[in-house]
C-alpha cells in the first residue's frame, strides 16, 4: 500500500516516508514501503517520548488498528511498530526541538528506566502495534 493511500486511510499526513525498493542488495533499497510519525532525536525519558507520541496519534487509534490488521491480512509482519530511539548525553544539542513537540509531557529527570501506563498499553493494543526501543550512547 503506498503511503498516498495510508494517509487517506488514516486522515493524517506521515513526518517521513520510505518507499520499498527492488530486491537487488546493490544499492540497499527499503524492503518495505515505510509510513512514519517522527519526534526529534532525543535524551528524554522513553515513557515521556511515548506518551508525546500516543498523544499525538490516539485520536487515530482505530483507523491505525483498521489499516494494520488489513496490511497483516496482505504482508504478515510487523506492520505497526512504536518505536522510540534515546540517546544518552545529548540534552544540550537537542533542548530547543524537544520543547517545540513536547508540550504538556513532564519530564521526570531519571537516566535509566520506564514504565507503560495503561493508556499506552491499550493505545499499543487498540493499534496493533509493537513496541520498540533503543538506546544508545555511552553517557548516563
Not at 508525546?52 to 490488521?69: F, K, M, N, Q, T
Request: avoid cysteine.
Amino acid at each position: 500500500m503506498s503511503a498516498e493511500e495510508m494517509t487517506a486511510r488514516l486522515g493524517l499526513e506521515a513526518d517521513e516516508i520510505t518507499i520499498r525498493g527492488s530486491k537487488s542488495s546493490d544499492p540497499p533499497r527499503p524492503a518495505v514501503h515505510i509510513w512514519q510519525i517522527s519526534v526529534p532525536r532525543s535524551s528524554l525519558p522513553v515513557d515521556d517520548m511515548i506518551t508525546a507520541l500516543v498523544d499525538r496519534l490516539e485520536p487515530y487509534a482505530s483507523a491505525i488498528g483498521a489499516l494494520a490488521e488489513e496490511l497483516d491480512r496482505h504482508e504478515p509482519g510487523h506492520t505497526a511498530v512504536l518505536q522510540v530511539v534515546r540517546f544518552f548525553g545529548e540534552d544540550e544539542e537537542d533542548e530547543d526541538s524537544e520543547e517545540e513537540w513536547m508540550t504538556e509531557v513532564p519530564t521526570r529527570p531519571r537516566p535509566l528506566g520506564w514504565h507503560l501506563d495503561r493508556r499506552v498499553l491499550d493505545f499499543l493494543q487498540a493499534t496493533r502495534a509493537e513496541l520498540d526501543v533503543d538506546e544508545y550512547g555511552d553517557t548516563l
